[in-house]
């Protein structure tokens, strides 16, 4: 079986290959100007890393139905290209921090999908060491931070690591995403103001995928347009087509070379769509499934890379079904790993509860 190591950072390949997003141009099939171009190079990285968060989201819904996860589980289906376009215009220690809709980042962060796949079974080769499950796992090495279960909770402890690298003066940028209902929460603008009162390298992503936790955006907020969130604060933000990776890089490297300038925060908003209800127990009767297939249909974020790949990087059909058969590979050996992999000794409770003091 093959492993679930791979490189860390969504962008490996798409860096080495250069900035493709600073050329931009009219899209060929819609027609729009100021549309990023991707070589295709970048297209095959883009395309890899979305389809490596779809079939292990997808695989995720077949074991929680199954029983094999417990508690909540919320999956990213329909959302890649806003993590995986970030992410390709980050740099090696920016941080990622979330909320609990975030398997997909964990993988665009360069986690392995075994340790990932263990937590969400409970397993002691977990991220977590089976302790944390789908809403609370970190991992030091790959800068990510979790993973936080409380709405809105992540944009304080996102901007505390800002002001960290403010301190520090290294250079490093946090990218802290949420919701567009985590977005009417009071800390979130306690957050922006310190933010840029002290000029913090902070670039908030507001994952706008139109439905909070069930609740459409049009019944829950007075103003819908999330980029405006932060300008009575003098925060800079936009909306991005978060269904397009290339127009989500192009926007995040902006932001980023924004807030790594000393500028301070930068809001994005994302707009963007999940397939699957708000979480697994969660029958989305709020929206019509005509709705849905109509977002699946024409603006699904892996199929328009496909279609691009084919029609004018002139990829073989045969070449995207061995990724997509080599993925699939990489997300059953972590669901056979973390079926079999044990659970935690009952020690493990009493871990991670209490800093020891240092020794004299």
């Known amino acids: 079986m093959a492993t679930a190591t791979r490189k860390t950072k969504a962008a490996s390949t798409a860096k080495a290959a250069g900035k493709g997003a600073a050329k931009t141009g009219a899209n060929a099939t819609s027609g729009i100007p100021n549309v990023p171009v991707f070589d295709k190079d970048e297209e095959l990285a883009a395309y890899r890393e979305m389809l490596l968060i779809r079939r ?45 809709r975030d398997h997909g980042h964990m993988l665009a962060c360069g986690m392995e999908s075994r340790g990932v796949m263990a937590e969400l079974t409970g397993r002691r080769g977990g991220y977590s060491r089976g302790k944390g499950g789908s809403m609370h796992m970190f991992s030091r090495e790959k800068n990510f931070y979790g993973g936080h279960g409380i709405v809105g909770a992540q944009v304080s402890l996102g901007t505390g690591l800002g002001f960290a690298n403010w301190y520090r003066q290294d250079g490093s940028v946090s990218l802290t995403y949420f919701g567009d209902g985590a977005a009417n929460q009071g800390q979130v603008y306690e957050s922006f103001n310190m933010a840029q009162l002290w000029k913090l390298p902070v670039v908030f992503i507001i994952e706008n995928n139109r439905y909070a936790m069930g609740t459409a955006v049009t019944r829950a907020s007075a103003q819908t347009d999330f980029s ?6 003098g925060i800079p933000g936009e909306q991005v087509d978060g269904m397009d990776v290339r127009a989500v890089r192009e926007a995040a490297e ?9 500028n301070g925060p930068y809001i994005l908003e994302m707009q963007t769509y999940r397939y699957r209800g708000h979480s697994m127990s969660d029958p989305a009767k709020y929206r019509s499934k005509d709705e849905v297939q109509r977002m699946r249909e024409e603006h699904d974020p892996i199929e328009q890379v496909r279609a691009r790949l ?51």
């Open 56 to 100: 292990f989201e997808e695989k995720a819904g077949q074991m929680y139905g199954m029983g094999l996860i417990g508690g909540f589980c919320h999956l990213y289906i329909g959302q890649e290209a806003v993590v995986v376009g970030v992410q390709m215009a980050s740099k090696e220690g920016d941080q990622v921090i979330t909320g609990y």
């Open 228 to 233: 405006k969130r932060g300008l009575s604060f």
């Open 254 to 262: 902006r932001a980023i070379e924004h807030a790594r300038s000393g």
């Open 310 to 360: 084919l029609r004018e990087h002139k990829v073989a059909e045969d070449e995207l079904k061995a990724i997509d058969a080599k993925v699939r590979e990489i997300v059953n050996d972590a669901a056979e790993f973390a079926t079999h992999d044990p659970e935690p000794d009952v020690s493990e409770l009493f871990t991670d509860i209490l800093l020891e003091p240092a020794q004299a």
